[in-house]
Nanobody, 128 residues
């Protein structure tokens, strides 16, 4: 049974930082591309970042590029999202997701239905 469990969310002031973690089990983690998405109330789920199975390639949404960093530790079956310079607009529930193939197109990585497993999400709140 595949499980993705996010943690690390919370309340932070604008300009602050948070580090999210996503622990995976039940899958061959280092065969999976991993992504982070977020969803704010009343909005669609939005692509944030994705990382290749090796960690050697990463892609970011324009809105977070330069402020967020995605990384992974395959020995720990965990993917991370370091979020710096947080803004009120970053407030959302953050989800990690797995993509069980070695490559993903630039178009597909931004489509939630491309991913097969999702975590339950972790809430990030940013106060102004």
């Amino acid at each position: 049974q595949v499980q993705l469990v996010e943690s690390g969310g919370g309340l932070v002031q604008a300009g602050g930082s948070l580090r999210l973690s996503c622990a995976a089990s039940g899958l061959i983690f280092n065969y999976n591309i991993m992504g982070w998405y977020r969803q704010a109330p009343g909005k669609e789920r939005e692509f944030v970042a994705v990382i290749s199975w090796s960690g050697g390639n990463t892609y970011y949404a324009d809105s977070v590029n330069g402020r967020f960093t995605i990384s992974r530790d395959n020995a720990k079956n965990t993917v991370y999202l370091q979020m710096n310079s947080l803004k009120p607009g970053d407030a959302a529930v953050y989800y990690c997701a797995s993509y069980p193939r070695p490559m993903i197109s630039l178009a597909a990585m931004r489509i939630p239905t491309s991913y097969d497993y999702w975590g339950q999400g972790t809430q990030v709140t940013v106060s102004s």
